[in-house]
């Protein structure tokens, strides 16, 4: 008699150990895939203009993968203080968006100084960052 009730036992766990187990064990959450560029083999950009909203300040930076740094030179009399915008389109399943990101930097007059803005991506790849704007006063 033992054996058969350990028998029956056996017999009516199989179906719950093949489906998924016994016990509440949940099977672990997948981690999001990693955000990257959608060409990682993207030689590094150069460094290009970018325009200040100000003569007597010159701007050059460079974008990729969500960031954008800026070296701002003033030749002002006086202090500016700089705004970067950037923009960042991405690819996920559901199409195309966008996402913003800022920051802003104080530089001396007569002074270089370099303002960094970052954007990311939430679950796709980023397919372009460019500064949106970088305003100067």
Not at 3 to 26: E, I, N, Q, V
Not at 99 to 128: F, K, M, W, Y
């Amino acid at each position: 008699m033992r054996a058969m009730a350990r028998r029956r036992l056996s017999l009516a766990l199989l179906p719950c150990l093949l489906l998924a187990g016994c016990g509440g064990a949940t099977p672990a959450a997948q981690a999001p895939a990693p955000v990257v560029d959608s060409n990682p083999a993207a030689p590094v950009p150069q460094n290009a203009p970018v325009d200040a909203g100000k003569d007597c300040v010159k701007a050059e930076g460079k974008c990729g993968g969500g960031v954008c740094a800026v070296t701002v030179k003033n030749d002002c009399g006086d202090p500016v203080r700089c705004e970067l915008v950037i923009a960042v389109t991405c690819d996920s399943q559901g199409g195309t968006s966008a996402a913003n990101g800022d920051d802003h930097v104080t530089v001396a007059s007569h002074a270089t100084g370099e303002v960094d803005a970052q954007a990311g991506c939430s679950g796709g790849q980023i397919l372009r960052t460019e500064v949106q704007k970088l305003a100067c006063k």
